[in-house]
């Protein structure tokens, strides 16, 4: 049979969302399914690519296979409540099909603009992983297009190595292609949200205690606070709400999706404007702005408040911004975090977007989350930056913590390794599934993975 012809492109400075690094990348775009393997017959190294919302270098390489035109459901059961699909599909699309069916992802990051590819790489987490886990906790089965050109079932049952070592697996065991997994039964689109403050570190770790029985928590975190301020918060609570729950006003279209005016960032900002001083400034107002209330909201505020606005990223500027985001053990969480914090305020060059968020149990392979608190922070790129994330890096070793890889851009090989204490037993699952090192992205090269 002749050999598909792919369509192929040469980007010039291609990025992800933190638009630092770049890469000049040859991208192939696979159409079906069918056309995948031939992909992989110019020889790598090379990488999957999903929407690039990971922040950093994971799905940048000289050679980028573009999974987002392989999105098509191919079943939804509604018996079983498990969707199938290509993994080119997005969280959007998904859950355009899924909610008026009266169904949610079990699992979302805070954008829904990533793929189901992309979500299984990174093993991606929301608000709930102390209750439910991350995404690749729900899935029952993934293809997986391996080096050699075979495409092979895995699922906990079936290739139970090469399954886990995907899920986390930034696509270094090779390219999903499709997968089933479970959804969330829901009576509404809405959320029963509850919006707590917090003075400090102390009540807020004490809040997130308190509500390990609710299924969304989330803080906002003002991480210029300091003194007896130290780590003030804003804790967001969420529940799906039942039909009885909504107001009256809502009870007749329970399951709509929201439209509504999207904004855009049309230009790159100067990144002068962003400095310790106007994070204060918006820090200060957003604290005292969000009192403690208790509201009924879609889901689409409450889990994507930002994808409200379009390319809010450049407002970083073209040099483009890092998202540095570590997770402490729970026995070194609070002190750890107080650390942190203190050399940020330091710093003087605060996040804008400051979260945390408790996790549950940590899986096998180099899956990012372990029991304990993560903190996402963004810091817009600058000469001093890199030196000050360096002098992060050693607290969170330190306290036996690790950071995120769907955010990094550039952590160095020895805190990678440092953090990730099971990289071997993930590496010999790579190895084996492919020998000649086929799958590669920048991210994967840094850390000598
Ligand atoms: C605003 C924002 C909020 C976010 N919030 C969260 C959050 O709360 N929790 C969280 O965990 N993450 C969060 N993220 C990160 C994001 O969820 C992950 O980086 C996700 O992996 C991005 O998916 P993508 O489709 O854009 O993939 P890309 O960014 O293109 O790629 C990410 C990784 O997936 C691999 N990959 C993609 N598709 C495939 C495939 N088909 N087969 C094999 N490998 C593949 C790539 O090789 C790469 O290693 C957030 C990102 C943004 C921009």
Not at 120 to 128: F, L, S
Not at 140 to 156: F, I, K, Q
Request: aromatic letters at 10%; one cysteine or more.
């Amino acid at each position: 049979m002749p050999t598909p012809t792919l369509p192929i492109t040469n980007e010039k400075d291609l990025t992800n969302w933190g638009n630092f690094p770049r890469a000049d990348a040859q991208v192939v775009t696979p159409r079906r399914l069918d056309e995948l393997p031939a992909a992989l017959a110019s020889g790598g190294p090379l990488i999957g690519r999903g929407l690039g919302r990971s922040y950093g270098d994971a799905s940048l390489a000289a050679k980028v296979v573009q999974m987002t035109q392989l999105n098509r459901f191919v079943a939804f059961d509604a018996q079983a409540g498990t969707i199938t699909c290509e993994a080119g599909c997005s969280l959007a699309e998904v859950l355009d099909h899924v909610v008026p069916r009266g169904f949610f992802l079990p699992v979302t990051p805070g954008t829904k603009f990533v793929t189901v590819g992309g979500a299984i790489a990174a093993d991606v987490h929301g608000k709930n992983h102390h209750k439910d886990g991350s995404f690749g906790d729900h899935v029952l089965w993934l293809e997986l297009l391996r080096a050699d050109g075979r495409t092979v079932r895995c699922s906990p049952n079936a290739e139970p190595a090469l399954f886990e070592a995907t899920l986390g697996g930034m696509g270094l065991t090779g390219l999903v292609t499709q997968a089933c997994f479970r959804l969330k039964p829901i009576e509404s689109a809405y959320i029963r949200q509850t919006r707590k403050r917090a003075a400090n570190l102390e009540a807020i770790f004490r809040l997130f205690e308190e509500n390990t029985q609710t299924t969304y928590s989330m803080a906002w975190i003002d991480c210029l606070a300091g003194g007896s301020r130290l780590g003030r918060s804003v804790l967001f609570l969420g529940e799906h709400a039942t039909l009885s729950e909504l107001p009256r006003s809502l009870q007749s279209r329970p399951l709509a999706a929201r439209g509504g005016l999207k904004l855009d960032v049309p230009l790159f900002l100067p990144n002068k404007l962003l400095n310790g001083w106007s994070v204060r400034l918006f820090n200060e107002a957003l604290f005292r702005t969000w009192r403690d209330k208790r509201m009924t909201l879609h889901y689409d505020p409450f889990f994507y408040p930002l994808d409200k606005i379009h390319h809010w990223n450049r407002i970083y500027g073209r040099r483009g911004f890092v998202q540095y985001q570590p997770v402490l053990p729970l026995e070194q969480s609070y002190d750890g975090m107080v650390e942190i914090l203190e050399a940020i305020a330091r710093f003087n060059q605060g996040s804008f977007l400051a979260v945390l968020k408790l996790f549950g149990d940590q899986r096998r392979g180099i899956s990012f989350p372990m029991r304990g608190y993560t903190l996402a922070l963004d810091f817009p790129v600058s000469e001093s930056l890199f030196r000050f994330l360096d002098t992060l890096d050693e607290i969170v070793v330190r306290r036996g913590g690790r950071i995120y890889l769907a955010k990094d851009g550039r952590m160095k090989a020895k805190t990678f390794a440092a953090g990730y204490p099971t990289l071997a037993s993930f590496r010999e699952v790579r190895d084996e599934a492919d020998p000649t090192r086929l799958f590669g992205s920048q991210l994967s090269q840094r850390l000598s993975i």
